[in-house]
């Protein structure tokens, strides 16, 4: 079953954290997102740019507004994503479970178009 | 309880049983078989409908298993002619034999589904309930005090994320055991608790949820012999039940421990559970469960509140706070603490977790029993009412405004 994994953090904590550390952080996900590339198991994903940069369309009836920021206002932001194929949701806790950076992790299944 | 002098109930519990015995089995082999759990689920809760509505004048059949699968088979057929979504799996059902009753037991993997942690605590109770006990939807619906749609909404939206977001059906592996176990137990657990104390409510047409607990316990302790934490909380349940018929006075009003006719509790059941906690001990693998178990044998084996091994219970509760430290269990712990160390040490350790538990209504009752034992009547006033707006449970309710009134 395809899933994404939706990397959510703190970027305050990420932007605080001594340059050393941070390094370390993107060595230990560079080695588990090779790893599981290679396996297979990650089919896709991106690292996002900070939420500062994010831009919201909201459709209002026939008219549209473009706001500053994400559509959700909170401290846990998504900071990235990978498009896993793996046998279960079991198989995908499991790896989100590994995840390095640590932070939140939401699951959610793609809807498969059978016709194509 | 029901009694067993009312005909009505006496077939409703044989259906029960028998409802127990054989939809658990007959969903975990037809999901097997169509490696749909959604569907599997239906067709055995359809056959459990149609069982309702003819055994009791029929007659439960001689091979209610054999009637269940074939009904099961019946329906899948019916839904052939409805709906082509799952032609290809129904016509392999209905062509073939049914799966064998004979086969290994698959039901460990139908609880372990039930209760998956991705399902919400709620969904897996309620689910738990339908798929492994055949309860049907109404008299989940009863149990819960929630409305049929609400209810039938609830497991419909379970069994969709069960498919739609690939829940597995399966064992955990040995890595995943442990956690994974955990949560089933928080589930039957909660089921029991749920219908011991419903007990104290208008019960007339509540199923008794204890019963169920109990039965999954023991089914859960059979399927998996060598998980001491599954016998620590089976024991934990017996014990509790080996007690029930004296926690009530004559009108329905409730009979603390201390006041309780300890010559009519169940003491074969309570040797059968004392000897359950030694079997699970022997494994040398303690946990939250057993602890909790050796408390209420300790409780039971006791010939009167006064002669209570406190020492030793108290001992156990600090076990029980390094398997689980939280304000709840402190609370337990400081109560018996008051008969070892007495009322001003016991109050000392109520004040150490009040912040927490402020809207817990037991700590204000605990802490008004206290102040009393200390003579500071007035001060424990406040703290009765304070309790008294904490619970909605009637049996609780009336004790505490009998204190009010002494």
Same mark, same amino acid.
Request: proline fraction near 5%; charged fraction near 25%.
């Given at each position: 079953?395809?899933?994404?994994?939706?990397?959510?953090?703190?970027?305050?904590?990420?932007?605080?954290?001594?340059?050393?550390?941070?390094?370390?952080?993107?060595?230990?996900?560079?080695?588990?997102?090779?790893?599981?590339?290679?396996?297979?198991?990650?089919?896709?994903?991106?690292?996002?740019?900070?939420?500062?940069?994010?831009?919201?369309?909201?459709?209002?009836?026939?008219?549209?507004?473009?706001?500053?920021?994400?559509?959700?206002?909170?401290?846990?932001?998504?900071?990235?994503?990978?498009?896993?194929?793996?046998?279960?949701?079991?198989?995908?806790?499991?790896?989100?479970?590994?995840?390095?950076?640590?932070?939140?992790?939401?699951?959610?299944?793609?809807?498969?178009?059978?016709?194509? | 309880?029901?009694?067993?002098?009312?005909?009505?109930?006496?077939?409703?519990?044989?259906?029960?049983?028998?409802?127990?015995?054989?939809?658990?089995?007959?969903?975990?082999?037809?999901?097997?078989?169509?490696?749909?759990?959604?569907?599997?689920?239906?067709?055995?809760?359809?056959?459990?409908?149609?069982?309702?509505?003819?055994?009791?004048?029929?007659?439960?059949?001689?091979?209610?298993?054999?009637?269940?699968?074939?009904?099961?088979?019946?329906?899948?057929?019916?839904?052939?002619?409805?709906?082509?979504?799952?032609?290809?799996?129904?016509?392999?059902?209905?062509?073939?034999?049914?799966?064998?009753?004979?086969?290994?037991?698959?039901?460990?993997?139908?609880?372990?589904?039930?209760?998956?942690?991705?399902?919400?605590?709620?969904?897996?109770?309620?689910?738990?309930?339908?798929?492994?006990?055949?309860?049907?939807?109404?008299?989940?619906?009863?149990?819960?005090?929630?409305?049929?749609?609400?209810?039938?909404?609830?497991?419909?939206?379970?069994?969709?994320?069960?498919?739609?977001?690939?829940?597995?059906?399966?064992?955990?592996?040995?890595?995943?055991?442990?956690?994974?176990?955990?949560?089933?137990?928080?589930?039957?657990?909660?089921?029991?608790?749920?219908?011991?104390?419903?007990?104290?409510?208008?019960?007339?047409?509540?199923?008794?949820?204890?019963?169920?607990?109990?039965?999954?316990?023991?089914?859960?302790?059979?399927?998996?012999?060598?998980?001491?934490?599954?016998?620590?909380?089976? /024991? $934990?349940?017996? #014990?509790? %039940? @080996?007690?029930?018929?004296?926690?009530?006075? *004559?009108?329905?009003?409730?009979?603390? =421990? !201390?006041?309780?006719?300890?010559?009519?509790?169940?003491?074969?059941?309570?040797?059968?559970?004392?000897?359950?906690?030694?079997?699970?001990?022997?494994?040398?693998?303690?946990?939250?469960?057993?602890?909790?178990?050796?408390?209420?044998?300790?409780?039971?084996?006791?010939?009167?509140?006064?002669?209570?091994?406190?020492?030793?219970?108290? /001992? $156990?509760?600090? #076990?029980? %706070? @390094?398997?689980?430290?939280?304000?709840?269990? *402190?609370?337990?712990?400081?109560?018996? =603490? !008051?008969?070892?160390?007495?009322?001003?040490?016991?109050?000392?350790?109520?004040?150490?977790?009040?912040?927490?538990?402020?809207?817990?209504?037991?700590?204000?009752?605990?802490?008004?029993?206290?102040?009393?034992?200390?003579?500071?009547?007035?001060?424990?006033?406040?703290?009765?009412?304070?309790?008294?707006?904490?619970?909605?449970?009637? /049996?609780?309710?009336? #004790?505490?405004?009998?204190?009010?009134?002494?």
């Amino acid at each position: 079953m395809k899933y994404i994994l939706l990397f959510c953090g703190n970027e305050e904590r990420w932007d605080t954290m001594a340059e050393a550390e941070r390094n370390g952080m993107y060595a230990r996900i560079g080695e588990w997102w090779g790893s599981h590339s290679a396996s297979g198991k990650i089919f896709g994903g991106e690292e996002l740019q900070p939420v500062t940069t994010a831009t919201t369309v909201r459709h209002n009836g026939d008219s549209t507004v473009v706001t500053d920021g994400p559509f959700i206002e909170a401290k846990e932001t998504v900071g990235g994503f990978a498009l896993i194929d793996v046998a279960n949701l079991d198989e995908a806790i499991e790896l989100a479970k590994t995840w390095p950076a640590k932070g939140l992790v939401e699951i959610r299944p793609l809807v498969v178009d059978s016709s194509m | 309880m029901s009694s067993a002098t009312d005909p009505r109930s006496a077939t409703d519990e044989a259906l029960a049983r028998v409802f127990r015995e054989e939809t658990g089995r007959l969903v975990a082999g037809l999901v097997r078989f169509l490696g749909d759990f959604d569907l599997a689920e239906e067709l055995v809760q359809e056959a459990v409908l149609s069982a309702i509505e003819t055994w009791p004048s029929s007659g439960i059949p001689a091979n209610p298993a054999a009637w269940l699968t074939t009904t099961a088979r019946r329906k899948a057929i019916d839904r052939i002619r409805r709906e082509s979504r799952y032609r290809d799996k129904l016509v392999l059902l209905a062509g073939s034999p049914a799966p064998a009753p004979t086969e290994p037991d698959d039901r460990l993997r139908l609880i372990f589904t039930c209760c998956h942690p991705a399902l919400a605590r709620e969904a897996q109770l309620a689910l738990t309930l339908r798929a492994v006990c055949g309860l049907t939807t109404p008299e989940i619906a009863r149990a819960f005090l929630a409305t049929e749609p609400a209810m039938a909404q609830r497991i419909v939206r379970a069994k969709r994320k069960i498919v739609e977001a690939g829940i597995p059906y399966r064992v955990p592996s040995r890595e995943e055991l442990t956690g994974r176990l955990q949560e089933v137990l928080a589930v039957l657990y909660l089921l029991f608790n749920e219908g011991y104390l419903a007990s104290a409510g208008p019960v007339a047409h509540r199923r008794d949820l204890t019963t169920d607990a109990e039965w999954l316990a023991g089914l859960l302790g059979r399927l998996l012999p060598e998980e001491p934490e599954v016998l620590g909380l089976l /024991a $934990l349940m017996r #014990l509790h %039940l @080996a007690r029930a018929g004296t926690r009530f006075d *004559r009108y329905g009003g409730l009979v603390l =421990l !201390r006041d309780q006719d300890r010559s009519r509790w169940n003491r074969n059941a309570i040797a059968a559970a004392g000897r359950l906690i030694e079997q699970a001990a022997a494994m040398g693998r303690p946990g939250p469960y057993q602890v909790q178990a050796a408390i209420a044998a300790l409780h039971s084996e006791a010939a009167s509140w006064e002669e209570t091994d406190w020492e030793e219970i108290v /001992a $156990l509760y600090s #076990l029980l %706070l @390094a398997f689980q430290p939280s304000p709840v269990v *402190r609370l337990n712990r400081a109560i018996a =603490l !008051r008969h070892l160390a007495g009322p001003a040490a016991a109050l000392a350790e109520v004040e150490a977790v009040a912040p927490e538990l402020d809207s817990y209504h037991l700590l204000h009752a605990t802490r008004a029993e206290l102040l009393r034992d200390l003579g500071r009547a007035e001060e424990a006033r406040p703290e009765d009412e304070a309790a008294l707006k904490l619970t909605q449970n009637p /049996a609780e309710r009336e #004790l505490l405004r009998q204190r009010l009134l002494d």
